[in-house]
């Protein structure tokens, strides 16, 4: 069963970086494509950003175009999220999820494995 582990939120002022790390076990990384999706209080799901298994496609949601990069390292079976100039509104809690296929998804119900998911805060 393959296992997702996120790390890296934290708490970061407006204008800030912080980077994100999936952790992938229990199968080889390069099988899955793979999406980040986040959730803050009363709001829907969103989706972030998704990678394909090569990475050779990269999918980002319409409000961090430009700000955030996803990226993987197979051979260290870990995908990344680099999040610069970070607003209020970028609160969340961060969860990298999996699916194993060639494709790519931009729906959070399109993958099929989860993290537990990593908190972000963007303070004023």
């Known amino acids: 069963q393959v296992q997702l582990v996120e790390s890296g939120g934290g708490l970061v002022q407006t204008g800030g970086s912080l980077k994100l790390s999936c952790a992938i076990s229990?199968?080889?990384?390069?099988?899955?494509?793979v999406g980040w999706i986040r959730q803050a209080p009363r709001r829907e799901r969103e989706f972030v950003a998704a990678?394909?298994?090569?990475?050779?496609?990269?999918l980002y949601g319409d409000s961090v175009k430009g700000r955030f990069t996803v990226s993987r390292d197979n051979g260290k079976n870990t995908v990344y999220l680099q999040m610069n100039s970070l607003k209020a509104d970028d609160t969340a809690d961060y969860y990298c999820?999996?699916?194993?296929?060639?494709?790519?998804?931009?729906?959070?119900?399109?993958?099929?494995?989860w993290g537990q998911g990593t908190h972000v805060t963007v303070s004023a």
């Open positions: 229990g199968d080889s990384s390069r099988n899955y494509a």
């Open positions: 999820a999996g699916k194993k296929t060639q494709r790519v998804g931009e729906t959070a119900d399109w993958y099929d494995y």
């Open positions: 990678i394909s298994w090569s990475g050779g496609v990269t």
